[in-house]
């Protein structure tokens, strides 16, 4: 049973440009959350999405920002509009069920904006 | 909203000792669950160990094992018999219980991390 699949692994943006993050869950899972981890810090909660649906997305910044998970397909984060600070490593983790059950995480994907 | 605090940027510890890393947190929730994840260099997470709030035994797997103080809102790991692979950064974090789907979100909030050497 593969693990949680994110992809790229790496991803190097201009400012400006469109970043796109995918995190594909575990077998049978169809809880995802996304975390973002600044340098130096713990991970910070972004959005939990169940199939074709946002939960809660309290995490996100305001702008620039959306999520999505669709019926068919890998859940997806994209960042519009790339700003510097916006460099960080990008965590997915999904779980089977709810209510205290581990969050299987993914790898990463580390974004660099020059 | 809930805070975990991890008071202790960095330790070191000797091969094969015991090293205890702390964890505070503070929340107005009555149930809820802890955690403990590693972070290797790979930047894995790693769930090391998981405790629920409404269970007065701590948690134990193998070399890992917790001290949950629940009324001081305390939630410390203690590794034994350190090993070279224990070397990682470690984060405590926190859940709150949430009683059917579609109640509300299983966000996990973390601590800062602290970051383990073993030293061989």
């Known amino acids: 049973n593969a693990g949680v699949m994110q992809n790229p692994r790496h991803l190097v943006r201009r400012r400006g440009q469109e970043a796109r993050l995918r995190c594909s869950p575990m077998?049978?899972?169809?809880?995802v959350y996304w975390y973002r981890q600044l340098p130096e810090e713990g991970l910070k909660f972004m959005v939990y999405l169940q199939k074709e649906n946002i939960i809660d997305e309290s995490g996100m910044p305001k702008e620039r920002f959306s999520a999505e998970f669709p019926k068919e397909g890998p859940s997806i984060l994209r960042i519009q509009q790339v700003v510097r600070g916006d460099s960080a490593a990008y965590f997915c983790a999904s779980s089977p069920l709810t209510g205290g059950n581990e969050q299987f995480f993914g790898p990463g994907t580390r974004l660099t904006v020059l | 909203a809930q805070t975990v605090t991890q008071s202790q940027p960095e330790m070191s510890v000797q091969e094969a000792e015991t090293v205890t890393l702390s964890c505070t947190y503070d929340t107005s929730e009555s149930n809820y669950y802890l955690f403990w994840y590693k972070q290797p260099p790979s930047r894995q997470m790693i769930l090391v160990i998981r405790q629920e709030a409404y269970k007065q035994q701590n948690a134990t797997e193998n070399r890992f094992s917790v001290n949950f103080q629940k009324a001081a809102k305390s939630f410390s790991l203690k590794i034994s018999d350190s090993q070279l692979g224990d070397t990682a950064m470690y984060f405590c974090a926190f859940m709150k219980h949430v009683a059917y789907s579609g109640a509300g979100s299983y966000q996990l909030t973390f601590g800062k991390g602290t970051k383990l050497s073993v030293i061989p």
């Open positions: 077998k049978g899972h169809s809880h």
